[in-house]
């Protein structure tokens, strides 16, 4: 059975890295058939920091944009951002990171190996965000549209200098102690070397453990386990608003802490169509990733203590725009490689606090900001 899944997976890579090479360098048009509408919400006046929502579009920069905003009709949710700064993303040994070490960056504060999650050169393990904020008495969210084993959400609750060891990073969520956890992959909660079904352990624990949006939207407290899927979740198309609603039910929930809360959203899948060298698909993912940033800005003016912060990681597919034209929601762009690209990365801000996002920095430094404005 194994032997057969693993077949399946190479086959896969396979189809996915030659459909990606034969479409590299080549131009590809892109049009959106309904374009939506965006919010428009005003700059928020107040000074405390007391809630702070991390998003993190994987492998989405400053073109990924341009081009998802010239197909919606020359509009986006982001630009309700009023302070844009930029991010160094080179990790401790490269130049170019991955999505494991630029993660580990943003969650801990540390510049670390490709393909490490959570854990510094030497591979200590490293507090993160989330682990700082509840210790603080803050409640704490992971929501995210991959497997909760890939590298972004591993940073933020596992510890491994090898982001492909699923089995221990997996296992490592039972101790993280995030009240709101939401994504796929639970092959790696269930279907076990080791035999554990990491999802009777998370009920022991006391973990609502739902299954599907269905079973979640109802679900009144936390701590949540929510893995949706067996590996990722499906297209934006198939999935449908899912990512933004478990992002306002995170929301909902954790912001009953009179404390306040950290929730980090990850927009997961934009990065493999950047692999694959997939306009349309790319641009599904940022579109839905923008969407989910409207609802949620449109939360934090109403709340008026929540500073909201979008960022990337990395580039993914070196992407350029040849051409289109806003009036007809068309773009053409070209892909430049099937990895990740080197480039600084936007960091845009909203609410109180966001005024010390602005300026050139490294990645490492979004962490400490954070740490400064929560106080933690
Ligand atoms: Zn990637």
Not at 14 to 28: F, G, L, N, Y
Not at 191 to 209: A, H, P, S
């Amino acid at each position: 059975m194994k032997k057969i899944y693993l077949l399946a997976t190479l086959f896969a890579v396979t189809v996915c890295t030659t459909q990606a090479q034969s479409r590299r360098d080549k131009e590809q048009t892109y049009t959106l058939d309904k374009p939506y509408e965006t919010v428009l919400v005003q700059p928020v006046k107040g000074k405390k920091v007391k809630n702070v929502i991390l998003m993190i579009g994987d492998g989405m920069s400053l073109m990924h944009q341009y081009s998802a905003w010239t197909a919606n009709g020359g509009k986006l949710n982001i630009e309700n951002c009023p302070i844009v700064g930029l991010s160094k993303t080179y990790c401790a040994n490269k130049l170019i990171t991955d999505s494991g070490a630029a993660g580990t960056a943003m969650a801990t504060g540390q510049k670390t190996n490709y393909h490490s999650v959570g854990v510094d050169t030497n591979g200590n393990p490293l507090p993160s965000l989330t682990d700082i904020a509840k210790d603080k008495g803050l409640s704490t969210g992971v929501v995210v549209t991959c497997r909760l084993n890939d590298a972004t959400p591993a940073a933020f609750c596992a510890n491994s200098p090898d982001r492909d060891d699923a089995e221990k990073i997996a296992a490592d969520y039972l101790d993280c102690n995030v009240d709101f956890i939401f994504g796929g992959g639970s092959k790696h909660f269930t279907q076990r070397k080791d035999k554990r079904n990491l999802i009777e352990e998370f009920k022991v624990k006391g973990y609502n453990t739902p299954q599907s949006w269905d079973e979640l939207k109802d679900i009144k407290q936390t701590p949540i386990f929510a893995v949706v899927d067996t590996l990722d979740l499906p297209v934006p198309s198939m999935r449908g608003e899912v990512l933004g609603d478990a992002s306002m039910k995170a929301i909902e929930l954790l912001s009953k802490n009179k404390k306040g809360f950290f929730l980090m959203v990850e927009g997961s899948q934009l990065d493999d169509y950047g692999h694959f060298n997939d306009l349309d698909l790319l641009m599904q993912e940022v579109h839905d990733f923008d969407r989910t940033v409207g609802r949620i800005l449109q939360w934090a003016e109403k709340d008026g203590e929540t500073l909201v912060i979008v960022t990337a990681d990395h580039e993914t597919g070196g992407l350029t725009l040849v051409g289109g034209d806003k009036n007809t929601n068309t773009i053409v762009g070209k892909f430049s490689t099937g990895g990740h690209s080197g480039v600084m990365v936007p960091v845009y801000s909203y609410g109180p606090g966001s005024q010390d996002f602005g300026g050139i920095y490294e990645n490492t430094s979004i962490f400490d900001k954070i740490k400064k404005l929560l106080k933690l």
